[in-house]
């Protein structure tokens, strides 16, 4: 559920457990479920809950008891109550992730350390090496100016434009802005488009990137849970675009960080109409674009532009995830006013991107469908082999089965990612957990588990994980410790 929005007692009904089969006074079955709700990111803070009345009516029981469910809550600050106005779900300042920064900036990892932190892949085997070797003469040539291309260079513009434009959506050199990577590209748009206080709708879970810069931004990021099934629910993002207006919505329809899912012409078209009507301009992340796993796509084919079907869509892409991450490669497409506007308040703090990486870019991009087939092949075995692992290993979680990308979200069947985390480092494995894809600490039943790294690491890892939760006594842990263990 989004931020501020009014519960009903239906939806309330729905999502929580059967309380007759709940051991333990009712009124503690209660907190223990609405707590479930909002820290495994089903409901966000800032839900508002029904009338103790209204509860107690729809789920038979006594109004004293919702009352003392309630009291509950507020004693383990997990609720508000605010005269006049209502109850509102909330979490204690101890749970509030403070952004996921520090991640990258690690010193180098020990030899035997397992890094499962990051989605990321090493460069294909001689790929950039053979187009680094090739750009001599066009270096040479470009070297003869002073070398500052704000809008990135006019041949590896009209490269990406065409690959849009083969996804139905038509674009041209003048569309399309090269950035320093997808991050780089995000934060310029909310450079030219967000002002301090502003609402940015997002996914939950989402990118924690993405979280970082909204917050960099003064902007705030009203989080939208997905639904059961791993997609939108949009009826939610429609009612938060509505009641909130946001800026700006972020979303990753295609391949989602850190779902895998691919979201659905309808929803996709659904939320647009919504986006529309609540004057909100969406943002299309398509940094996973291109790393399809289903197996009926064989070809290099990548999943028709969201642009395509609205265009005030602004789009971002990368090469970090075909290509290398260390390929500072990135791109915006919009169009071509707001792309003149983006160039303009790039220039500010940063005058243009590496002239050699993009003539790089222009070589692989060249046999891009090439790599990008050769990427897909080797995921999918990893994919296979991290969910074999966790089937036999953890029987008892519940891992995506992801369309694309290169992670799978993985539902634990207790709310303790965190110490988790923590233990499995001490122990050479780096994972993240849940709450670091949302605004302030929920999702702590779940962990996100690349596939990037090769198989024998991915088992041993998966091997380590499962030691180290069986020796985490999850039943003993209280409800709110995992609080404590969130780093600064």
Known sequence: MAPSERVGVHAISALLPDLNQQSGPRYLALSSGLAALLLDGRMAPGARLPSERDLANALRLSRATVTAAYDQLASEGMLSRRR???????????????????????????????????????????????????????????????????????????????????????????????????????DLVLRLMVSPGDRVLTELPTYPGALEAIKAHSARAVAVPFADDDSWDTTTIRNALLQTAPRLAFVIPDFHNPTGALIGSPQRELLLSAARRAGTTVVVDESFIDLDLRPEYASTTAPTAMASLDG??????????????????????????????????????????????????????????????????????????????????????????????????????????????????????????????????TLERFLRIPFALPVPDLQTAVHRIAETWSELDVDRLPRRSTAALVPA
Request: charged share 20%.
């Open 312 to 441: 005030t869509v602004i789009s971002i892409g990368s090469l970090s995830k075909p290509i290398w991450g260390g390929l500072r490669i990135g791109w915006i497409r919009a169009d071509s006013e707001q792309i003149q506007q983006l160039a303009i308040v790039r220039a500010r703090a940063d005058m243009g991107g590496a002239i050699i990486d993009q003539l790089l870019a222009q070589v692989l991009l060249v046999d891009l469908d090439a790599s990008i087939a050769q990427r897909r092949a080797e995921l999918r075995i990893k994919r296979d082999a991290l969910l074999d692992a966790l089937a036999v290993e953890l029987p008892q979680w519940r891992p995506t089965i992801p369309a694309g990308g290169l992670s799978t979200w993985v539902r634990l069947d207790a709310p303790a990612a965190t110490p988790l985390t923590h233990l499995l480092e001490q122990r050479g494995v780096l994972i993240t957990p849940g709450s670091r894809f949302a605004i302030d600490g």
């Open 84 to 186: 006049g106005s209502g109850s509102y779900l909330t979490l204690p300042a101890a749970a509030r992730v403070t952004g996921p920064g520090a991640r990258m900036a690690r010193e180098r990892l020990d030899s035997g350390t397992i890094d499962l932190s990051t989605a990321s892949l090493p460069a294909l085997p001689g790929r950039v090496e053979a187009a680094l070797a090739s750009v001599t003469a066009d270096l040479s040539r470009l070297a003869r100016h002073n070398g500052y291309e704000p809008y990135g260079l006019g041949e590896l513009r009209a490269q990406i434009a065409a690959r849009y434009t083969q996804r139905g959506a038509a674009t041209t050199a003048d569309d399309i802005l090269i950035t320093n990577g997808a991050q780089h590209g995000f």
